[in-house]
């Protein structure tokens, strides 16, 4: 296996415990501290463009589908033409950042297509993302690649597709009609498929550039960053609330990482949704294939997950279509607590 490098960016959240709720209280940071890591482990924060820089309509930004926003491609290709205010805008963060003593490490892409990429095609619904993300990649890695070593393509491609195509309580805001009916559009038991099959292959496009770029030194990495829970069984003594345990693995991260590790989807995916699963030629498997020099994880927390019986499969969507339940609290009441963290 390919894996050359697992670097973690830690999100911690320092969260208040309250000793009332459960009785799994063993929650403390005491245990962790820098030299609980190896040396050579990157702790970061991050920001993101929508959350932080605000300037919605100043330096000739235009808008995503966050605010109904991009910086540097008003049209939202690079044949466009390109915005030199934002491009400046970022050189001048990163000059900064380094003058600072901080290492940047840069998202390409953060949630935030430009609303007139999805007016025009549907953004990631349509394979035509592919050669855009392409094209918007290699100019980041000829603009910043010089002083940029540490890349992501892609940050929690699992929660864009999920909380945007399958749930439509984040931007796009597409899902069926009867999982949410403030949804204009969109088919909850398609589109999260669809979405993440053509962010993959932009993923593995932008990779194909980074590798060939002449901007870029030997020693940049460049990866993606994927947002696992863990997950224990509801009760240790069911083989089917066991087996629920590996499917909510192979649909949390198995979906984005088998196709980078393998060049496929995993077998228990492909069984639930069937055709409504895109499938990869041969050409694009082996492009997906080990398009990653690291695996980023921002890890949040675990879940109980029990095997559900009752699923609807006349109205397929993704989050049924892994045949569980999530739970905060296990069959004899337990809560969720760092014992299931320390497996991971
Ligand atoms: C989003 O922007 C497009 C134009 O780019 C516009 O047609 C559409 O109505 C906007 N949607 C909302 C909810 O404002
Ligand atoms: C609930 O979790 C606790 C703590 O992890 C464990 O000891 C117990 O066996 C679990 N109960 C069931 C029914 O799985």
Redesign the pocket.
Known sequence: MAIKLIALVITLCVASWDTAEGR?LRFSTTPLNRYSFPPHFDFGVASSAYQYEGAVEEGGRSLSIWDNFTHEFPGGKVSDGVNQEGVQFYKNLIDELIENGIKPFVTIYHWDIPQALDDEYGSFLSPRIIDDFRNYARFCFQEFGDKISMWTTFNEPYVYSVSGYDAGNKAMGRCSKWVNSLCIAGDSGTEPYLVSHNLLLAHAAAVEEFRKCDKISQDSKIGIVLSPYWF???????NA?KEAVERALAFNIGWHLSPLVFGDYPETIKASAGNRLPSFTKEQSMMVKNSFDFIGVNYYTAR?VAHDLHVDISRPRFTTDQHLQYKL??????TI?L??VRTL
């Open positions: 799994s224990e069984p509801y009760d240790i003594a069911s609330d109980f609290t296990n069959r004899s009441g337990d607590s014992e299931s």
